[in-house]
């Protein structure tokens, strides 16, 4: 059961993740959406007392609706008085490729032993050899 002092918690962590992306907050009418930044991104924040695990994070990615912006999850750490709370944002790598990097291209090949080519966005491209 969430008491009004954890809900405002979480509405002031979702406040300062909006005015730090330059987004706004929508409440509960966004659904799994606390934050969104017009045209570009759709925001869950989770206001945490210890960091989830990486399945939970992916499933709150997952329950934001596919939609034409990135989806992101932001957590925020509750460290307690006097401690600054830490704030991580975490997108699903090959939707934020979609937005800035290059779309479909497997990094990190499964075929075994060989170079590995990494293409930047400036064009550079470099090959790297396996360790022997």
């Known amino acids: 059961m969430t008491t009004s002092r ?18 706004r907050r929508v409440g509960m009418d966004g659904g799994p959406v606390d934050v969104i930044v017009e045209g570009y991104l759709d925001v869950q924040v989770k206001c ?4 989830p695990s990486l399945a939970a994070v992916i499933g709150y990615l997952e329950a934001i609706p596919d939609r ?9 750490t509750r460290p307690g008085q006097g401690r600054k709370a830490i704030r991580t944002i975490t ?8 937005w800035h990097g ?3 291209v497997d990094a990190w090949p499964n075929d075994g032993p060989g170079p590995l080519t990494l293409e ?3 064009g550079t491209i470099e090959i790297l050899d396996p360790p022997s």
């Open 91 to 98: 997108f699903d790598l090959d939707e934020f490729a979609s």
């Open 48 to 51: 945490v007392k210890a960091l």
């Open 102 to 104: 290059h779309a479909g």
């Open 6 to 23: 954890q809900k405002a918690i979480g509405s002031a962590a979702e406040r300062a993740v909006a005015y730090a992306l330059d987004g």
């Open 120 to 122: 930047f966005l400036d």
């Open 68 to 76: 034409d912006r990135l989806r992101a999850c932001v957590v925020v």
